[in-house]
């Protein structure tokens, strides 16, 4: 496989992906941004904790969609993160979403 397909395989790859966001993003309440990750969760639990003197977060999600290219599962019952750098929660507008969906208008 050259560079340029591998560059097409993953371009195609991502595309797929969005593709699956968009259908999905309705069933969820929250979307979660780490570090590492971008979530869609329906129950989200974020506690800033410290040890040491060092601030950390400790991060829970339930009947989560995780955004990622490489995982062939991306629904998942629980998801715990810790990390030490910033989370971004917000909470899905439902009205908003539903202008997207086949049922809204």
């Known amino acids: ?3 340029e397909d ?3 395989y993953e371009t195609e790859m991502e595309l797929q992906l969005y593709r699956e ?3 999905v993003v309705n069933l969820f ?3 979660v941004e780490t570090e590492r990750r971008f ?3 329906n129950h989200v639990d974020l506690q800033a904790r410290s040890s040491d003197g060092e601030v950390y977060f400790d991060l829970t999600m339930q009947d989560a969609w995780v955004w990622d ?3 062939t599962q991306r629904f998942v019952k629980t998801v715990r993160v ?4 910033d989370v971004n ?3 899905l507008a439902k009205s908003d979403l539903l202008k997207d969906s086949p049922l809204g208008d």
Do not use: P
């Not at 810790?82 to 750098?85: A, G, L, R, S, V």
């Open 1 to 3: 496989m050259g560079a």
């Open 6 to 8: 591998l560059e097409n």
């Open 21 to 23: 966001y968009k259908d």
């Open 29 to 31: 309440s929250y979307v």
């Open 39 to 41: 979530y869609l969760a």
């Open 69 to 71: 290219v490489y995982r």
């Open 82 to 85: 810790i990390t030490f750098k």
């Open 89 to 91: 929660v917000e909470e």
